[in-house]
């Protein structure tokens, strides 16, 4: 079994916990508090993403170069293939995906997906939203998907 490795950053939208093994990230989330008995155990994957987390969050940063390693159904990893494509500042609704992959009946299927991507902000699905431009769903909630649209510039009210 690989060792996992684990870093933390604060962000205005909460602490960010960073999970990786030699190979690739395997998780990015928001998490409520950092607990002061969690040490964290870095290596340079985490390292890397600690600094590049931190450049995105300064605003210096609009792109990640990143080793991940994404764990998911064929079709969800089809999906988060998809949003990596996707311009920082920009957003695209879960039926253009579904177009995308050639299903444009898929757009439920697209939400799914996009709802179990455990490498919040790097796989970018806080970019994704509702045909009418709603924010509907997001795993580090929908108060830090507005954060997030905010800082890049696609949400300006």
């Not at 390292?47 to 991940?68: D, M, W």
């Not at 009946?105 to 009418?132: D, E, F, T, W, Y």
Request: hydrophobic share 35%.
């Amino acid at each position: 079994m690989a060792t996992l490795y684990t870093d933390f950053i604060e962000s205005p939208a909460g602490w960010i916990s960073i999970q990786g093994t030699d190979a690739g990230l395997t998780e990015i989330g928001f998490i409520r508090e950092l607990h002061p008995s969690t040490d964290p155990y870095p290596n340079d994957i985490t390292n890397l993403a600690k600094q590049q987390l931190g450049e995105y969050i300064q605003g210096t940063r609009n792109q990640f170069s990143l080793p991940i390693s994404p764990t998911g159904t064929p079709f969800e990893l089809q999906v988060w293939e998809q949003v990596q494509h996707i311009a920082y500042g920009s957003t695209i609704t879960y039926k253009q995906i579904a177009e995308a992959l050639g299903n444009r009946l898929a757009s439920q299927a697209v939400g799914n997906a996009n709802g179990k991507n455990k490498l919040l902000i790097v796989i970018p699905c806080h970019r994704v939203i509702g045909s009418q431009g709603e924010l509907t769903g997001y795993a580090g909630g929908i108060s830090r998907k507005e954060w997030l649209l905010r800082h890049e510039g696609a949400l300006l009210l």
